[in-house]
């Protein structure tokens, strides 16, 4: 096997098995098939997917999907865009942007059973003045190095978009979290009304490209409400690949499990 393919396969391994926790299983290190599970309104798919030896550089990962619930048709339509985002992305490592494609299939799938809303709203610019005097206790994780960047998580118990600006707006006083290269940030709120359940959630990248959508499903993979996590980079001046998202998902874990947030 090439040297620069196994190194590309081992980091993306690495990457997947912190993004996706009990859902990334290993079926065999030795021909490298690894399954995901995805489960989105109410609703399970299973990718499985194996590196050959030529992946990613001169070969695309083979993968079968299975979800039984699943009509043909709609399945010939996955492996179309499935297919088109390896074309989309020759070369280069997909694992994760295919297992996000099936969540995205699967989530626009209608389902007839009762499903939450989920409501994305707006932050607006923040305005210190309006923003509730007791800002929600804040809990900061330990600080994860790795050649020279630096990580660290914070987490709060929020209840409105009030708070998480009140927070927000409360570590960006410390100067060096201010100063950080990216204060990547998501969040998820539950109400309850006669209606029903209603989840508020949101994210934002500030510069990571990708990090926030990644700290989000963090939270629904754990099940986490009521719970804002922001994560602070400091960058090194090395760059490290997929490794980034391992430690922006450590930190941000670490600091919800320290704030006594995390849903057992």
Known sequence: MDSANLTKQAEEVEALSSIYGDDWTIES??????????????KEAMLHVTMPPEYP??????????APWMDRRAKANLRKLLDDVYLENIGEVVIYQLVEKVRDFVRKVKSAETRKKTVTPVIKSLDK???KINCPEITHGEVIVDRKSSFQG?????HSVEDVNAVITKLKENKKI?????????YRIERKTAKGTTILQDCDNDGEAHAGGRLLHLLQVLDQ???????????GGIQLGPHRFRHINNAARQAIQQAGLLQK
Request: no cysteine.
């Open 29 to 42: 290190e030795k021909i490298k098939t690894y399954r995901i599970r995805i489960i989105e309104n109410k």
């Open 57 to 66: 550089t001169l070969s695309p990962p083979k993968y079968e999907l299975s």
């Open 129 to 131: 003045t309006k923003l």
């Open 154 to 158: 914070h987490a709060a118990e929020v």
């Open 178 to 186: 201010l100063n950080a290269t990216h204060n990547m940030y998501t």
């Open 225 to 235: 409400k009521n719970t804002l996590v922001v994560v602070s980079r400091w960058y």
